[in-house]
Every structure is written in C-alpha cells, then in structure tokens.
C-alpha cells in the first residue's frame, strides 16, 4: 500500500476523532456552565427569599438579544439576526447565542473597549494620552482575539519592558504595546501602584498615598510597600535596602545562587523614611539575585491563590453585565464596602481561576443565570434594590455603543483598512461623535445625556444623514421594497432600530403617519421621520 493510500485510510479516522474530541469539550464546557450557573441561581434565590423578594418574569426574546448583543458586541442586533431569533424554537437558543457572540469580531472590539476605559480613564480627557491608544487598543485586540486568559494579559502590563516599547511608540504610535498604560500613569511608581491595584486587585489604595485614615485598612507603609515594586522605573527614587547581616546560599543544578535580602526599596516622599516592596497580604517576597521586581509582582497578582485578583475580574465582567457590581463601585472591595452576594461573588472567582481566567467562560456562566434573563420592567415594589437583581436594571449605553448602534439601524460604514481590520479609530465621524457622547459617570445606570448630546442626535449631521434616503442603506432598502406595505415597512424600522415588533398602538400611530402622505415621495420621507423618531428614542439609548 502506497503512503497516499495510507492517508487517505487515516484522514476521515484522525478527522473523526477531533470531531468527537470538540464535541466532548464543548459539552464539558456547556455542562461546567450549568454547574455553575445553577448555583449562582440557587444562592441569589436564597437572597430573595431571606429578603422577601419577588423576581421579576424572565424576559422575552426580543429584549434577551438585545441585551446580549450590547453586552457581548456592544451594539444592537441586526434586524435579521432578531427575526431568526424570535423565529427559533430550539429550548436552548440563547446559550446558542452567547456562544455565537463571543466568536465574533465585534466582540473583540468591545471588550477591548471595555478593559481599555478601565486601564486608561485618563485618555477620556487627556488629548496627549489619547494620540496613543491606537497601538494600546491594537495590543489588547490582539490578545483578546488570541483568547489569552486575563492573567496573562495583566502580567504582559505590569512587566512590560518600559523604557524599550515606550521608545518605540514615540516613533510608531500605532504599534501594538500596552505602553500607553504606563504613560498615562507618567511611569510613576505613586501613580501605578493605585492604577493596578484599583484595576487588578479591586483594592483603593490611593488614600493611603499621604497618610494613615482611622477607618481604612490599608496604611501609608502599605501603600508604599506596593509602589516600591514600580521603583525602578524611576530610579531617582529607588534606593538599595540595608544588606542584611548574613546573606545565605544555596546549590540549585549544581550552581550557587544568591539569595538575597535586598528588596526594591522606595522613599516616601516628605519624609527620611522608606518603604520595602512587600504584597498587600503582607507576604514578603522571595528575592534572588536577579529578581525582577515587576514580574515577582506580577507573579503574585495573577496567582491563582491571589483572591484578590479573581474577585476583581468577576466583579468587573458581572457589572459589565448587570450595570452594578456584586461590589459596587466595581474597584472597592474592601470591608466597608462588602459585597451583596459574597458566596457569589467567591464562587465565580474559584471558578474563574479553575477554568484558566477564561473570561469567556465567566460571560457564558452570567448570562446562562435566571437573573441575567430577567425583565427589567418592574412588576413589584420588592425589585426596587439593584443589589438584589430582582430585575435587570436598565442601563445606558457607552458613547461607542450609541454610534456603533446607530451605525448599525442605518447600515452605515465604517472605513476599513485591511491590515487593521478591527481598528476603527480612523474614522473620524466616530471619533468625534464618542467625544460629544463622553461621560463622566462610572456607572452604566447613572449614564445621562447632556443638552448638547440631546441636540447632536436629534440634529447632528450623522444622525441626519443616517435618516436621509439617500444616505441610509437601512432606510433604503425599506422604503424602497416593492414587497413591503406601509404597515411592514414600520415593522421593519422597529426591528432594525428597537430590536421588537411595534405594539398595537404604536403601529396603528405610525403606519396611519406614513398612509396619510399622497404620493411616494412624501411617505419615504415619512418613513424617514419614523426612523429619526426610533433613532432619538430613550428606548434606542437604553440597555434594558
């Protein structure tokens, strides 16, 4: 028998067994999914309970991919995508669709998106920081869309070779590095020791930074204990700690390594005194002779012993989700601050450290429980608390969810560069847009519209062009469908803009606006101040 022969006997077998092999795991996975989803549900059940609450109903279809669609893509559904949906009768559609949802680009750009704003708030107004997002932006896309786990995402940031890729990026700003994260906190070891541990560890060091408070738990040597790890960064500030009185060795393979006593250590400013680096368990580093202070931190902040890491994550992603977090504010956990549902918030943090901090699977745990699939109308007084997700709260969208939905009613596009295909901040309509839409507030259920953001959508020009026929595909095509009666065509725009089929009355209000016109020039302009009401609608602004 000939080597070709051979294979051809052997590939349809080997190719049998991968099949079988991904279908065992996808099942592992789905069956670790419910596991956990169950238990989450049966620990917030005994929340209601305890608390005499009344869940709201579970949510319809048309509000379920909505959400998931913001939550996940960060933009609304295409209408398409809602009638398949509504029209599938699978019993487990909706965990079909997170899953298809997390294998998309557009869920790529918005978890960028979201970790981007939490690592780099001061972009939001610092135009000088903001020049070099693009090439963080490209980094963290990159190794979303790799499915890195999280903790090998924060250790490539805290060890990141500086002074080398900073470099780099003075030249290329574009280039793919995380060293923004680092010029936004101006390589202070001040600056990111509360930039990391606000954002890795959930903890708010930085009323530590100058004195000790009475109620607080973490001191001003802790503070500095911690920014003493960043030291070299800035070695005008680094001294070298006291030897100790005996070093000691030890044979490893045969070769004697120091063992050294001597810790990155940082003065405080003010004062003639120091501080050792030392983690915020209070643990001590062990130290060797050629020790990097940044990875033995990075080595402790993404232990899988480290709780603080894990429940810091979960919060995050559950408050990406529910709009309030088991912990909220989402990076102050602490005990002044417990937590709502601290078996929770223990659980997703176990097992996010056991499935690898595999955010995926954490978003697919959230969503596959019975608060994730809740109403957010409410239909008792009991439901009034966030912190119960007795119903889901509603939510308002970022600026770029508010374009990249309204790009996506319309059909607008967006340009496209091939080598770049996931980077939008070439465009400039957005870019500007996001700007106008910027808001101050860390919540998504605080989110308010200012006056002149009001005025942007109800007159600006990426509205008005959106709305215009001769500018929207979306609009186009309705109005332009020889198929589609005037009650259709309303259905349509409901479907593109708000997700649902129009209710009785709004139907009959609409379609009787757009019959009245006599001729078919004046009902497609008609239809195009339908589609500007939809587009400027609380509803269209809202995750609920």
Request: include cysteine; charged fraction near 25%; proline fraction near 6%.
């Amino acid at each position: 028998m000939t080597i070709k022969q051979l294979c051809c006997l052997f590939v349809p077998v080997i190719a049998t067994i991968c099949w079988n092999s991904n279908l065992s795991f996808a099942k592992d996975l789905s069956d670790e999914v419910t596991r956990v989803a169950a238990e989450i549900d049966q620990l917030i059940d005994s929340e209601w309970k305890a608390n005499s609450v009344t869940p709201a109903p579970q949510s319809d279809d048309a509000e379920f991919i909505r959400r998931a669609y913001l939550d996940i893509c960060g933009r609304i559904p295409p209408a398409s995508a809602v009638r398949d949906f509504l029209a599938d009768e699978s019993p487990d559609k909706r965990r079909q669709l997170v899953d298809r949802l997390l294998g998309t680009a557009t869920y790529i750009v918005h978890y960028t998106n979201l970790w981007r704003a939490a690592m780099i708030p001061e972009a939001d107004a610092d135009q000088q920081i903001r020049q070099f997002l693009p090439g963080f932006e490209a980094w963290l896309r990159s190794r979303i869309a790799e499915n890195r786990n999280y903790a090998e995402i924060v250790e490539e940031v805290l060890t990141l070779p500086y002074e080398a890729a900073d470099m780099q990026q003075l030249q290329q700003p574009d280039t793919p590095t995380p060293s923004a994260f680092y010029r936004a906190k101006e390589a202070k070891p001040e600056n990111l020791a509360s930039a990391t541990a606000r954002i890795f560890l959930g903890i708010r060091l930085e009323c530590a930074q100058c004195h000790d408070h009475f109620f607080d738990k973490w001191k001003r040597d802790e503070f500095w204990s911690y920014a003493a790890f960043f030291a070299s960064l800035q070695p005008d500030q680094m001294m070298q700690a006291p030897q100790a009185e005996s070093a000691t060795t030890e044979e490893v393979d045969d070769e004697t390594s120091l063992v050294s006593t001597l810790a990155p250590v940082v003065m405080i400013p003010g004062t003639d005194q120091t501080a050792t680096a030392r983690f915020l368990d209070g643990s001590d580093p062990q130290w060797t002779s050629d020790s990097d202070s940044r990875q033995v931190l990075a080595n402790w902040v993404t232990s899988p012993e480290n709780h603080y890491f894990a429940r810091a994550a979960v919060n995050r992603i559950w408050s990406n989700h529910f709009g309030v977090g088991l912990v909220d504010p989402v990076d102050d956990i602490s005990d002044n601050n417990p937590p709502s549902h601290p078996e929770v918030l223990d659980l997703l943090a176990k097992e996010f450290a056991a499935h690898d901090f595999d955010v995926k699977f954490i978003i697919r745990v959230i969503t596959a429980t019975r608060a994730y699939g809740l109403t957010s109308e409410q239909t008792d007084d009991s439901q009034q608390t966030p912190g119960m997700f007795a119903r889901m709260a509603v939510k308002g969208l970022t600026p770029e969810q508010i374009f990249d939905s309204i790009a996506q009613a319309t059909g607008y596009q967006q340009p496209f560069n091939p080598e770049q295909p996931l980077n939008f901040n070439n465009d400039q309509r957005r870019q500007e847009f996001i700007e106008t839409f910027a808001n101050s507030s860390e919540s998504p259920t605080e989110r308010q519209s200012t006056i002149l953001q009001a005025l942007s959508l109800m007159n600006g020009e990426f509205v008005a062009d959106a709305t215009e026929l001769s500018e929207s595909r979306t609009l186009a095509a309705i109005a332009e469908a020889p198929f589609l009666d005037s009650s259709q065509k309303v259905e349509a725009l409901f479907l593109a803009t708000l997700n649902r089929p129009p209710t009785e009355n709004e139907a009959a209000t609409f379609v009787e606006y757009v019959s009245k016109s006599d001729s078919p020039a004046k009902r497609n302009s008609a239809l195009g101040d339908v589609f500007w009401a939809l587009l400027n609608s609380s509803e269209f602004l809202m995750n609920h």
